[in-house]
């Protein structure tokens, strides 16, 4: 077991709706130093990879980036989200469904930080469904950026999303992959992962 699968077995809520709590160190309140160990292991993991840019989304993708991105040394970018926005042609706009708010937002990248040269590594906390995700893709695709790979904290395995985003072709490491839990009991099951 990794330490971010012990943290959260240690911490992790199990709420119904297929939904985990972190929110005492991840989501809410945040542990800086679990969060710079995540960073280094993006890094490794992502190591072969070029990247010179981190893309995450707005709230709780910033945090993780960040301190991804004192490991790889670059920029990062979040996605803004609104609900009414200006469509001037200087934002590259893409809509998500919002796993645990239930509504749709668009993600808007201003054109000035992404562009054809870009290679971009995606950041986010969780995966569910993929849509954050997808939007994300998206916008890095319009920019004719490139996708170098995607990494997130916790996965929930039991959701669609990872299935989906790695049979389009893209290295997506996730640090945790929750593969069952149970609002009852509490308990929590991990995918093995080598
Ligand atoms: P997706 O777009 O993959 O369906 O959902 C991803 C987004 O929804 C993440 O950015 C995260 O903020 C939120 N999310 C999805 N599932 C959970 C969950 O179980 N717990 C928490 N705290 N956030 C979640």
Avoid: W
């Avoid at 995966?127 to 995700?133: D, I, K, P, R, V």
């Avoid at 790695?166 to 290295?171: A, D, E, K």
Wanted: aromatic residues 8%; negative net charge.
């Amino acid at each position: 077991m990794n330490f971010l699968e012990e943290r959260i077995l240690k911490d992790g809520v199990v709420k119904e709706g297929n939904v985990l709590k972190v929110d005492s160190f991840l989501n809410h309140q945040m542990d800086i130093e679990l969060f710079d160990k995540m960073g280094e292991e993006f890094k490794r993991r992502f190591a072969e990879k070029p990247v010179n840019k981190i893309l995450t989304i707005e709230a709780s993708g910033i945090g993780i980036a960040c301190m991804a991105a004192r490991h790889f040394r670059v920029p990062v970018i979040f996605a803004k989200k609104t609900q009414s926005i200006n469509l001037d042609g200087d934002m590259y706009v893409a809509e998500v469904e919002s796993f645990t708010h239930k509504c749709k937002n668009n993600v808007i990248v201003s054109k000035k930080f992404l562009n054809e040269e870009d290679q971009v590594l995606i950041i986010d906390d969780f995966l569910a469904n993929g849509c954050a995700l997808q939007g994300m893709i998206q916008i890095t695709q319009m920019a004719g950026a490139t996708v170098s790979g995607i990494g997130i904290a916790i996965e929930k395995g039991f959701q669609s999303g990872g299935r989906i985003i790695r049979n389009l072709g893209f290295q997506l490491e996730s640090l945790a992959i929750v593969e069952s839990m149970d609002v009852k009991s509490g308990a929590i099951k991990f995918r093995e992962q080598s």
